[in-house]
């Protein structure tokens, strides 16, 4: 069984990649599912498993940058795809590019707002990293756009498969809560661990109250009319 922690996490020695910085909350991000990418595998497909804070419902989820790395610290190059749609200015290999100011684009055709969120809609939007080999990830790194992002997810789902489509995943979906920012998912032979700088934010939290609000500032100004 993974072990669900927030942990203080260092890069493995003999690395050359960045150093993982711990964060304070004040409950462990939850790591639940049985995909553990220090098995080895060729595919890692990222699923958004949460809404985004955009009021728009055809909005869509932006990642900018993900890294990965073997334990001994060595960067893998990657090539990146996705079956959802996707803006031409915004492929899948914005999110592999090295350049955190750049970003994919998940797909306006599936509603991500946390207004029109469901269930339903996980998976919906999911970017698929090609290792070119069966490759012992240790260490994932995901950057969104940073505290206050409109189009950054709560939490997301890594699926581990050695072919596609992405229907031969082989475990079930790691989900973790993710940061706005910056998430570290550090993995070994016992289970995966997760930091986030900055800390876990509910990114739909108070959607609801902010949308009916703004509803009732609307209504208001047309009573006077």
């Given at each position: 069984?993974?072990?669900?922690?927030?942990?203080?996490?260092?890069?493995?020695?003999?690395?050359?990649?960045?150093?993982?910085?711990?964060?304070?909350?004040?409950?462990?991000?939850?790591?639940?599912?049985?995909?553990?990418?220090?098995?080895?595998?060729?595919?890692?497909?990222?699923?958004?498993?949460?809404?985004?804070?955009?009021?728009?419902?055809?909005?869509?989820?932006?990642?900018?940058?993900?890294?990965?790395?073997?334990?001994?610290?060595?960067?893998?190059?990657?090539?990146?795809?996705?079956?959802?749609?996707?803006?031409?200015?915004?492929?899948?290999?914005?999110?592999?590019?090295?350049?955190?100011?750049?970003?994919?684009?998940?797909?306006?055709?599936?509603?991500?707002?946390?207004?029109?969120?469901?269930?339903?809609?996980?998976?919906?939007?999911?970017?698929?990293?090609?290792?070119?080999?069966?490759?012992?990830?240790?260490?994932?790194?995901?950057?969104?756009?940073?505290?206050?992002?409109?189009?950054?997810?709560?939490?997301?789902?890594?699926?581990?498969?050695?072919?596609?489509?992405?229907?031969?995943?082989?475990?079930?979906?790691?989900?973790?809560?993710?940061?706005?920012?910056?998430?570290?998912?550090?993995?070994?032979?016992?289970?995966?661990?997760?930091?986030?700088?900055?800390?876990?934010?509910?990114?739909?939290?108070?959607?609801?109250?902010?949308?009916?609000?703004?509803?009732?500032?609307?209504?208001?100004?047309l009573a006077l009319l």
């Open positions: 069984m993974l072990r669900v922690l927030l942990a203080t996490c260092v890069l493995p020695s003999g690395g050359d990649g960045p150093l993982v910085t711990s964060t304070s909350s004040t409950a462990p991000p939850a790591v639940n599912g049985t995909c553990n990418l220090a098995r080895g595998y060729r595919y890692i497909s990222i699923g958004a498993a949460g809404g985004i804070s955009s009021s728009s419902c055809s909005a869509s989820w932006d990642l900018h940058e993900v890294e990965a790395f073997t334990s001994n610290g060595r960067r893998l190059t990657m090539s990146a795809s996705s079956i959802t749609g996707w803006d031409s200015g915004y492929p899948p290999s914005k999110a592999v590019d090295g350049d955190t100011t750049t970003f994919w684009a998940g797909d306006h055709d599936v509603g991500m707002s946390c207004s029109c969120w469901d269930d339903s809609k996980k998976d919906g939007q999911m970017l698929t990293l090609d290792l070119g080999s069966k490759q012992e990830v240790t260490q994932l790194n995901l950057y969104q756009g940073g505290s206050g992002n409109d189009w950054a997810v709560k939490r997301v789902r890594l699926h581990c498969h050695d072919a596609l489509p992405f229907s031969s995943s082989l475990d079930e979906p790691l989900e973790i809560d993710v940061s706005a920012g910056v998430t570290f998912i550090v993995c070994s032979g016992q289970g995966c661990t997760t930091a986030l700088s900055p800390a876990y934010y509910d990114t739909c939290k108070g959607v609801g109250a902010k949308l009916a609000g703004g509803l009732a500032a609307v209504l208001a100004v």
